[in-house]
């Protein structure tokens, strides 16, 4: 049987070693998820392009400095709807730097994860130094290029795009877009696959297919229709827009996961973000399939929030500053003020958020690099976690870049 699977944002090595580093940052709990994020680009010099870690506590082992693509553009979106959009650039700045001077691709992708710091020279990919093997790894994860990770990357270069300041993050975007468009399917209901995983010059292909990279890309490309005027991305929207919708499940009021390699069996798996997804990012959805977050509510609600999936074995603190946003742009005000006030309950003691209330939150999923141990999430400060927190404490919708639904 083919292997089910859907994207995952979580590190994806065989081995995992987590050790907390004493306490730096300058913020502190009682400062905003905002303050939090603009803190951290304040506190690092010299000034210039940077990528920021996504575990910034973390000293050894895989995650130790890795700045995932993700984190970092939920980081600059959050930014921007913080107000903060010349710091918002510095990481933009980053990515857009990392499309044009990757050490071997030179096609318009990125990679899943880069080296944290500033930029200031080839960009630099994430690793470690395996006292076992007596060598340097990389994680085969962190160096491929997963299609939703390209798409938030497109959201934050166009979130600080300046229609009055020429378009380098513009034309950055839609490079990423090129790329990407190459992964459109046509089995099943089409849609796009899941990009490359593991090293060059021969990474392998991901053939099944996420509603979440599709929803992600659906985003994307609508808002680069709109930026560029050329239809080819509304196009491209249309093609991942319509396989979400085929992944509505009447039966159970939710959206599968996605599909298995043969990009046509559906991954039953019930993951939050592709609930609260859709509904946030894709026009009318939140009206067309209200009944996710009665799903959500009643599978996956957990300790006055949201967990990852139907274990409810903890809080996951970005999933439920998702639905809080969600909530907020519903004008479910009291709601999304309960679940921010769970968001906050999660500080760590240097100001971030922890990624979840429990030391490993389990996903549903396995890891990539071995089928035979899960992916989970670990209590550790999370980048993603504090930038959603953020998204939710301002109304501000990362897939629309305003304040309200599409």
């Not at 390699?261 to 973000?273: C, F, M, Q, R, Y």
């Not at 504090?386 to 629309?400: C, D, H, I, K, Q």
Request: aromatic share 10%; charged share 20%; with cysteine.
């Amino acid at each position: 049987m083919a292997r089910i699977a859907a994207f995952v944002r979580i590190v994806a090595t065989s081995t995992i070693i987590v050790v907390a580093t004493p306490l730096r940052a300058q913020a502190t709990a009682e400062a905003s998820a905002c303050g939090y994020l603009a803190g951290l680009i304040d506190k690092t010099s010299p000034s210039g392009p940077l990528f920021l870690p996504s575990y910034p506590t973390v000293e050894s082992g895989p995650l130790h400095g890795a700045a995932y693509l993700y984190d970092n553009a939920v980081a600059v979106i959050a930014l921007v709807g913080c107000g903060e959009r010349d710091k918002a650039s510095r990481i933009g700045s980053a990515i857009l730097w990392a499309v044009g001077n990757d050490r071997t691709w030179h096609d318009g992708r990125l990679r899943n994860a880069y080296a944290a710091g500033v930029v200031n020279g080839p960009v630099k990919l994430p690793g470690w130094w395996d006292n076992t093997q007596n060598k340097w790894l990389e994680d085969r994860y962190q160096v491929g290029s997963d299609v939703g990770n390209m798409a938030w990357a497109i959201l934050a270069l166009l979130s600080i795009d300046d229609v009055n300041t020429g378009s380098p993050f513009r034309d950055g975007a839609a490079r990423l877009g090129a790329w990407v468009a190459q992964w459109a399917d046509t089995r099943g209901t089409g849609g796009f696959t899941g990009g490359t995983f593991g090293h060059e010059p021969a990474p392998d292909v991901r053939t099944w297919k996420s509603t979440e990279h599709n929803t992600d890309l659906a985003a994307a490309f609508g808002l680069l229709a709109i930026r560029t005027g050329d239809s080819r991305w509304r196009d491209e929207a249309i093609i991942a827009e319509y396989f979400v919708n085929t992944m509505w499940n009447p039966g159970c009021a939710c959206f599968a996961a996605g599909t298995a390699e043969d990009g046509v069996t559906h991954n039953p798996t019930l993951a939050l973000d592709a609930q609260i997804w859709p509904l946030t990012a894709l026009r009318g959805a939140a009206g067309k399939f209200a009944s996710a977050i009665t799903t959500a509510e009643r599978r996956m609600s957990v300790g006055g929030g949201f967990s990852y999936g139907e274990d409810r074995d903890g809080v996951w603190t970005e999933g439920t500053g998702q639905m809080a946003l969600l909530m907020k742009l519903l004008g479910k005000t009291e709601r999304a003020e309960s679940l921010i006030a769970v968001i906050k309950s999660q500080r760590s003691p240097d100001g971030g958020f922890y990624a979840t209330t429990v030391s490993a939150l389990p996903t549903g999923f396995v890891l990539d690099t071995d089928p035979t141990k899960p992916r989970n999430y670990f209590r550790l400060a999370h980048l993603g976690a504090a930038s959603w927190a953020a998204l939710a404490e301002r109304g501000f919708n990362p897939f629309t870049m305003t304040k309200g639904l599409p």
